[in-house]
């Protein structure tokens, strides 16, 4: 009974999964049909400038057009007052929609469950391997978002150093942001490149400035614009806060670089404390299956297990509060 039990969960989980699939490629086709130019113009063709002066106090700012083409369903709405998936892809700088990922992380949520079940210790593993499964596509997306914050980051000051030289040479701020745009690599030239587009169509740069920021958050960025800013409303030399900004930025580096290596030994040691239980564990299977094997068929093993792998995960989490020291 319980083999026809396990074969008829292993048949449902199974086709749960390939459905699953088979969802993502037809939405990624779909999704991928026409043109850019033809999604541009129907968000074009959407996209209308209100502008209601209903006296000399109260006015109405106008809707612009963004770079996004579809309006979020009611669940992705939803969904994005706890974890608002479609601003993570757009941080991420990755061609994939919130439909697409959350199919996938069901797709792997189910393989993980199936091939957890069909081991001895089906009971722990089963739901252990789904939520491993499952949390990879949002550990990739957050990688992903990671590492494009972080190149941002290191592009900034030569980002500023052009946008100061541009302003000497006589050109606008505008025609600044339009050169970082065309000049300086991804991710940093989509993101000016958006701002100098908005301004174009009529949003004021104090403004495109500012939300540039909610897409970006980084301090130097902020800093950036909130020198702009007051730049623009109090009058001065720009080009020389953004060398300033620039040089402060490449400072903070050195130092950062610098904490890195003094603190390499503590990262180095945290590594080998958290690897050495997992493989010991192996060597210990392979060597001597039967010395391990009571942890995985004892009620009190079962128990043994997760503990360690709760207490694995504080010690991670306390080993990085220690080394990460914030610049």
């Not at 396990?6 to 991928?32: D, K, N, P, Q």
């Not at 939520?131 to 949002?138: D, N, T």
């Not at 942890?295 to 792998?309: E, K, N, P, S, T």
């Amino acid at each position: 009974m319980n083999l026809g039990f396990l074969t008829i969960l292993t048949v449902s989980a199974a086709f749960c999964g390939v459905a699953a699939l088979v969802a993502a490629v037809v939405s990624l086709v779909r999704e991928r049909r026409g043109s850019v130019a033809e999604a541009r113009l129907d968000a074009l063709a959407k996209a209308t400038a209100v502008a209601t002066w209903a006296d000399e106090d109260a006015y109405t700012p106008p809707v612009y057009m963004t770079d996004e083409p579809s309006q979020p369903a009611e669940w992705e709405r939803w969904l994005s007052h706890y974890l608002d998936l479609r601003f993570l892809i757009r941080q991420a700088g990755i061609r994939v929609t919130p439909v697409q990922l959350l199919a996938l992380t069901a797709a792997l949520f189910v393989a993980g469950a199936v091939l957890g079940g069909i081991t001895p210790m089906g009971a722990l593993a089963a739901p252990l391997a789904a939520v491993l499964a499952g949390s990879l596509p949002m550990l990739w997306l957050f990688w992903k978002r990671h590492q494009r914050l972080e190149k941002f980051e290191n592009q900034m000051p030569d980002a500023l150093d052009l946008l100061a030289r541009s302003l000497r040479a006589g050109h606008s701020m505008a025609d600044g942001l339009r050169l970082i745009g065309e000049e300086m690599a991804e991710p940093i030239a989509a993101e000016f490149q958006r701002c100098y587009r908005q301004q174009e169509l009529g949003v004021p740069l104090e403004t495109t400035l500012d939300e540039m920021t909610v897409r970006v958050p980084n301090p130097d960025l902020r800093f950036f614009v909130n020198a702009v800013v007051l730049q623009r409303q109090t009058g001065g030399d720009t080009a020389e806060i953004l060398d300033k900004i620039a040089r402060l930025v490449r400072e903070r580096f050195q130092i950062r670089a610098q904490v890195k290596a003094l603190t390499g030994e503590g990262r180095l040691s945290g590594l080998v404390l958290l690897a050495l239980p997992i493989v010991l564990a192996v060597y210990m299977h392979v060597r001597n299956p039967n010395y391990l094997a009571v942890l995985f068929r004892d009620q009190i093993g079962h128990w043994m297990v997760i503990g360690a792998i709760v207490l694995q995960i504080v010690g991670a989490f306390v080993i990085k509060r220690i080394v990460d020291i914030k610049i």
